[in-house]
């Protein structure tokens, strides 16, 4: 079993940046894809970046290429999420989830997600 815990989200105008984090308990972490979603109010949760257990490959939705950049540290159990160029709808819960599949392949399908963290909450003011 894996827990995550999100941090690192806020109030920011936009054109500004903000970096998430999220630290994962167990011993498999470095062997888990992972991913990040976000939820808007009213809208289904979105895919927004992933990235393989080794950390050699990224996927990311075509709206944050360029500005936001997604990378682990495999030996502090912890997976990023840096946000530049924060543009008003970013705003959303942004959720942190793994896959209990050791080694499989980046998903940017939620359903192919078994750990899920609480939630961190993105403000982008215009």
């Known amino acids: 079993q894996v827990q995550l815990v999100e941090s690192g989200g806020g109030l920011v105008q936009a054109g500004g940046s903000l970096s998430l984090s999220c630290a994962a308990s167990?011993?498999?972490?470095?062997?888990?894809?992972m991913g990040w979603f976000r939820q808007a109010p009213g809208k289904e949760r979105e895919f927004v970046a992933a990235?393989?257990?080794?950390?050699?490959?990224?996927r990311y939705v075509d709206s944050v290429k360029g500005r936001f950049t997604i990378s682990r540290d495999n030996a502090k159990n912890v997976v990023y999420l840096q946000m530049n160029s924060l543009k008003p709808e970013d705003t959303a819960v942004y959720y942190c989830?793994?896959?209990?599949?050791?080694?499989?392949?980046?998903?940017?399908?939620?359903?192919?997600?078994?750990?899920w963290g609480q939630g961190t909450q993105v403000t982008v003011s215009s």
């Open positions: 989830a793994g896959v209990r599949r050791l080694r499989s392949i980046i998903s940017a399908d939620p359903s192919a997600y078994d750990y």
């Open positions: 167990g011993r498999t972490f470095s062997y888990t894809v």
């Open positions: 990235i393989s257990w080794s950390g050699a490959a990224t």
